[in-house]
């Protein structure tokens, strides 16, 4: 089953914050964040691993809670580059990874 | 510089056709992935390999059959093309695990007319 992502889309004008959630029905051992801006293909931006090891881009903040199966991307003094489509990938620690719906950003000027 | 390259990035085929989508990457990566990208339903997996010759079924594998012979290289088969298979095709590798990030194609647009 997919990960449920809120919300479905956001607006938003540069400088404003936002925050991505995601939430899976299965025990995570960790959760993927990657950005599609359109007519490219998926970039990643940060792995968040069960027990609090982060790997990503410095600019990017994110939470995992691994009692409630959730995670947030927080996106802070939005940029135009940052719109595109985000996606979180959990993960269960096996090969699969069970992307999510999407979430659509726009950064308007 | 990473990479994952696919054969295509835009293909239209015939109903009933045979169609084959390639997908090469030169990051030594053991995990394969092919997805399908519809709107609205996001990335779905469809088939992923581990390792050569060995694979396993994702969540849409019902028209689709794969191949991979060779580390590097890892094969989507439509054995019998279908209009409802029109649709993004995005491939990914990565190393075992899921502490490793995914790295993405730059998508094949399949049409079936």
């Known amino acids: 089953q997919q990960p449920v992502q809120s919300p479905q889309a956001v607006i938003l004008r540069e400088g404003e914050d936002a925050v991505i959630n995601c939430s899976s029905s299965k025990a995570l051992y960790s959760v993927h964040w990657y950005r599609q801006k359109h007519g490219e293909a998926p970039v990643f931006l940060m792995i968040l691993l069960k027990g609090g090891e982060q790997k990503g881009h410095e600019k990017i903040s994110a939470s995992f809670n691994e009692k409630k199966q959730q995670s947030s991307l927080y996106l802070t003094a939005s940029q135009l580059s940052y719109s595109g489509t985000y996606f979180c990938g959990p993960t269960s620690g096996t090969y699969k990874y069970i992307f999510g719906t999407g979430t659509r950003l726009k950064v308007l000027a | 510089d990473v990479k994952v390259t696919q054969s295509s990035r835009y293909l239209v085929k015939r109903t009933g056709e045979k169609v084959f989508l390639e997908c090469v990457q030169d990051?030594?990566?053991?995990?394969m992935f092919w997805y399908r990208q519809d709107p609205g339903l996001g990335l779905r997996l469809i088939y992923f390999?581990?390792?050569?010759?060995?694979?396993e079924k994702g969540d849409i594998p019902e028209g689709y059959s794969v191949s991979r012979e060779k580390k590097e290289r890892f094969s989507l088969i439509l054995e019998s093309a279908s209009t409802n298979q029109t649709s993004m095709y995005l491939c990914?590798?990565?190393?075992?695990?899921?502490?490793?990030?995914?790295?993405f194609g730059p998508g094949t647009r399949l049409t079936v007319t």
């Open positions: 390999s581990y390792d050569v010759k060995m694979k």
């Open positions: 990051m030594d990566h053991e995990n």
């Open positions: 990914a590798s990565s190393f075992p695990g899921g502490a490793y990030e995914q790295y």
